[in-house]
């Protein structure tokens, strides 16, 4: 069947199984390779993605469930790393080996749309995404940092 999606703004057409899950059409069927495969079981949130500004583990949902949604993937986020949250996860030196990083961006894009300036507990409700190198840490100072928040400065 041909799915009418709205992607990044652009109309796209998927003819695919209904109950293909959003990450492959994304992947495979439309090219956008940002959006990456971990889990397969909505758990570590390497596929996250947004849908109508909402976090979404894109591994389990099917692409018939998108309906009318609009779709925003890490490509969406910026095409030159501009973005507040891409500029300061580069001064913060998060990404290791940096699989985990474009549904870590994404998770972090919606809490800040949500929280402009996050406290500690919003961070840490917003960002369950798991990151197999342990960077937590530089997470948080690069969402307080993108933010405008000093290190250490309570919202």
Known sequence: MAYKLDINGAA?????EGDTPLLWVLRDT???TGTKYGCGAGVCGACTVHIDGQVV???VMPVSA????????IEALSPDRSHA???AWIAEQVPQCGYCQSGML???AALLKSHPRPTDAQIAEAMTNLC?????PRVRRAIR??????VGEVA
């Open 12 to 16: 796209r057409t998927a003819d695919v």
């Open 30 to 32: 439309l090219g956008l």
């Open 57 to 59: 583990r894109s591994c």
């Open 66 to 73: 998108v309906g009318k949604g609009k779709v925003r993937t």
């Open 85 to 87: 949250l891409q500029q």
């Open 106 to 108: 994404m998770a972090a």
């Open 132 to 136: 197999r190198c342990g960077t937590y």
């Open 145 to 150: 940092r993108a933010a405008g928040m000093k």
